[in-house]
């Protein structure tokens, strides 16, 4: 990314912030099910909620390396050493989404700001790509737009708590806003077929899917690498070098 000067951003169901930690930008971050590095009161969203509205930091590893557990379930044996709300004396929860939250029970103080960052980003995509429609760059030709959005998706896998979804949707959205555009263009014309076709339409999104389990694309321009995360951006930054 870095190399290429290429506009990104980061949209992750990972609650771990290795993305933080290996230097991404936290403007271009969107971690959609929040993140283990902060705690935040449980009582928050409920009707029964204390004064305590924010985020915290997370105890640091010595405090909790220091709470007692029982070895063989991994359960805390001494609640009073867990982090508490400072306001109403709760036990403390991660900042993570579960899944029977709700988004009224998650601390809107990161999520809030990030998803509003992440559709800034995905609307410049779209306005670019209802552009290119309008007006294909002449090296490309009229045939032959390139894609507005790159979709880099690393083992999201297939389950319900992926962000396969997303992915099938913008793409779904970034196509139809491509024909939306073409369509316009072709209204009034003579012997034409209705709405046109979209046999060999080009791609406003195309989606690279890194994944060892089931790496199925939609049909189109878009690139299945059924391998690890490691192994497949190893092997995508080496076809970059090459220019391949």
Not at 46 to 56: P, Y
Request: charged residues 25%; negative net charge.
């Amino acid at each position: 990314l870095t190399a290429l000067s290429l506009d990104y951003f980061v949209f992750t169901s990972n609650i771990d912030g290795y993305f933080l930690r290996a230097g991404f930008d936290e403007n271009r971050l969107y971690e959609v099910h929040g993140s283990t590095d902060y705690l935040q009161c449980p009582s928050f969203g409920r009707d029964d909620a204390c004064t305590n509205t924010g985020l915290w930091p997370m105890a640091s590893d010595e405090v909790l390396d220091a709470v007692a557990v029982e070895p063989t379930t991994n359960t805390c044996t001494e609640l009073s050493q867990l982090p508490r709300c400072s306001a109403c004396g709760r036990t403390a929860r991660p900042h993570v989404s579960h899944i029977t939250d709700l988004d009224e029970n998650m601390v809107p103080d990161r999520k809030g700001p990030a998803r509003k960052r992440f559709g800034e980003f995905i609307d410049s995509a779209m306005g670019a790509n209802s552009e290119v429609c309008q007006s294909p760059s002449p090296s490309q030709g009229q045939g032959q737009k390139g894609p507005s959005l790159i979709i880099l998706e690393v083992g999201s896998g297939a389950s319900t708590h992926g962000l396969r979804e997303e992915s099938g949707l913008l793409i779904r959205e970034m196509s139809r806003e491509g024909r939306r555009e073409g369509e316009g263009e072709s209204q009034g014309g003579e012997g034409g077929e209705e709405g046109g076709s979209d046999e060999g339409a080009d791609e406003g999104a195309v989606v690279i899917r890194v994944d060892p389990g089931v790496c199925d694309v939609p049909s189109g321009a878009h690139v299945a690498l059924k391998t690890g995360a490691h192994h497949g951006l190893c092997e995508l930054a080496r076809r970059l070098r090459l220019g391949s």
